[in-house]
């Protein structure tokens, strides 16, 4: 089995958006992110970290705008309206999820669509199915481009995607199908579920149970790219495969830490550099 290294990837293309960065410094141009915080849920100032760590180390502004949990959603929604007019910030997210006082898709919505750098604004998602310019989800994006890396080719490939989200699951069936893979979402719903992951070439789990996919739900030889980030009975960071279980079956597959996180950080400042750049030309 090959380790698709999410970790050794995203270092080896932090050295080509370094370029990008200097080039847009010479024209005046520091590209830059913010990021609305809501609270202080351990693994969402994990993930807010590690993303400011790697805008520093690339040399773009990185802001953090951090709520307590008890914050209003008018208060967000001004913050937000702010980011939307402020000609220095190229892009923002707002960390999900949210408190559950807060109506999530009202914020998401109030995002700027050309600042929206999770492409999580519906014109954004609509565009990405219709194959118009859009800004792309970060964690499905960074899939693909770790793929891409490791030439693992899309084409006429049989694809299963087990999780529906629209942050995850929904987005990377997109993607792929405009790459032409025959994809098949499925969900806690779908009947057979290990005889239907076994006919994918490519297993894409995102469903936020600890190991939950073994060996019987893979076929010999497939891709198995693991979206989770759950915890095990020794409160140890892992994903939704057991990898121990799946690393004789699977070809190649992606670790948790160390796959699909820092492939989803290096796709978000890819992003946001695409966005400098326009600024850069506008
Ligand atoms: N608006 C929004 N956009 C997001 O992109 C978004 C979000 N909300 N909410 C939560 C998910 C999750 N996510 C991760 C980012 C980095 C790692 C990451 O750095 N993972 C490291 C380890 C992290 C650790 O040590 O806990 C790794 O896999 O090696 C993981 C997950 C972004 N998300």
Redesign the pocket.
Same mark, same amino acid.
């Given at each position: 089995m090959k380790l698709l290294d999410? $970790?050794k990837v995203a270092g080896a293309l932090d050295e080509k958006m370094t370029l990008r960065v200097e080039d847009l410094k010479k024209k005046g141009i520091t590209p830059s992110i913010a990021v609305i915080l809501v609270g202080d849920s351990g =693994?969402?100032s @994990?993930?807010v970290r590690? $993303?400011r760590r790697r805008a520093e180390k690339l040399g773009m502004d990185f802001q953090l705008i951090h709520y307590k949990d008890d914050v209003s959603e008018n208060e967000l929604l001004a913050k937000i309206d702010e980011l939307n007019n402020d000609k220095t910030v190229d892009g923002f /997210? *707002?960390? #999900? +999820?949210l408190p559950k006082s807060i109506n999530e898709e009202r914020v998401i919505q109030a995002i700027d669509s050309k600042k929206d750098v999770?492409g999580?604004a519906p014109d954004n998602v609509g565009n990405l199915w219709i194959g118009e310019p859009h800004t792309k989800? =970060?964690?499905a994006a960074g899939i693909l481009m770790m793929l891409d890396y490791y030439d693992v080719d899309l084409d006429g490939k049989n694809v299963v995607i087990i999780g529906r989200s629209n /942050?995850v699951g929904k987005p990377v069936a997109a993607m792929m199908l405009a790459r032409n893979a025959t994809v098949t979402i499925a969900h806690s719903h779908t009947k057979n579920l290990k005889e239907l992951a076994k006919t994918a070439d490519i297993l894409v789990v995102a469903i936020g149970q600890a190991k939950f996919v073994t060996k019987d739900y893979v076929k010999d030889g497939a891709v198995v790219v693991d979206v989770g980030?759950d915890r095990d009975e020794n409160d140890k #960071?892992c994903g939704d495969v057991d990898f121990a279980d799946v690393e004789n079956t699977a070809s190649m597959m992606t670790p *948790? +830490?160390?796959? @699909?996180? +820092?492939m989803? /950080?290096t796709a #978000?400042m890819d992003q946001v550099l695409e966005l400098a750049e326009a600024r850069a030309n506008a």
């Open positions: 999410g $970790k =693994a969402s @994990v993930y590690n $993303k /997210i *707002v960390q #999900l +999820p999770d999580f989800p =970060a964690t /942050i980030m #960071l *948790v +830490p160390g796959g @699909v996180g +820092p989803t /950080i #978000l």
